[in-house]
């Protein structure tokens, strides 16, 4: 059809009808629609829109968040159902949905990542601080020793596992120094001047040097076999001077 009276059947806004004098270019007007329709696909999406009801959208996390969010029920949420809601009545598409699922989800492995610091992290930060108090191994491995006696003894007082004892506070520097400085307070020595108290003095020493010389000869980056070792010098220290119950 080219150009002439419009049929009475069609119609054409007016900001795309093409007129020729009184008629109208339907040729030139088509041109003037697809234009403006290329125009609203480049800028929204062709075909791309919200679903009917909030039930018409899929909620999925990206794979690549699976197993970090594993434990997130997403259809039993409650906050994120009424996200949803509210993003249906914005008009929100089911790409942009997955864009904003998408960001909260690297968002909460972010913060995920950022609270789980890992036990052996801890141990290293303290052992860091402690060392510019304690600067030699001699001195870092005793005072250790006997923050853990009294450690015990503390924990005893309180009525407490050490185990939990020592998870709230073991890896504490000043709790650490504090507890080693009154260790020498807390425990009960074998009566000083005697054969049996020079000897098993000896044996301690001995006992302890072996260790920390086992100890430095493993690798800076092997945590667990070093810890194990530092516990066995941590037992001798507990053993010499003992809790009192």
Do not use: C
Not at 115 to 140: G, H, I
Not at 209 to 222: N, V
């Amino acid at each position: 059809m080219g150009k002439g009276a419009a049929p009475a059947e069609w119609s054409v806004p007016e900001k795309y009808a093409v007129k020729n004098g009184d008629d109208i270019d339907w040729q030139a007007t088509a041109r003037k629609i697809d234009e403006g329709r290329s125009h609203l696909e480049k800028r929204f999406g062709a075909g791309d829109v919200p679903p009917t009801d909030v039930a018409g959208y899929k909620l999925a996390l990206p794979e690549v968040h699976a197993q970090a969010l594993a434990g997130w029920d997403l259809a039993a949420d409650e906050k994120l159902q009424g996200f949803v809601a509210g993003a249906h009545e914005l008009g929100f598409t089911q790409k942009q949905l997955d864009h904003v699922l998408g960001a909260y989800a690297n968002m909460a492995v972010e913060a995920q990542g950022a609270a789980a610091v890992k036990p052996e992290q801890e141990a290293e930060k303290a052992a860091t601080a402690l060392r510019e108090v304690w600067k030699d191994d001699a001195e870092f491995d005793k005072n250790v020793g006997l923050a853990f006696a009294a450690g015990q003894k503390l924990a005893n007082k309180l009525g407490v596992p050490f185990d939990d004892f020592n998870e709230a506070l073991g890896n504490n520097p000043m709790f650490l120094r504090l507890a080693a400085a009154l260790a020498p307070e807390m425990h009960e020595d074998t009566p000083a001047g005697t054969q049996a108290g020079v000897a098993e003095a000896q044996d301690f020493d001995a006992q302890v040097a072996t260790l920390r010389a086992e100890k430095d000869a493993l690798p800076e980056k092997d945590n667990a076999r070093r810890q194990a070792v530092q516990d066995k010098i941590n037992a001798l220290y507990a053993k010499r001077y003992p809790s009192q119950v």
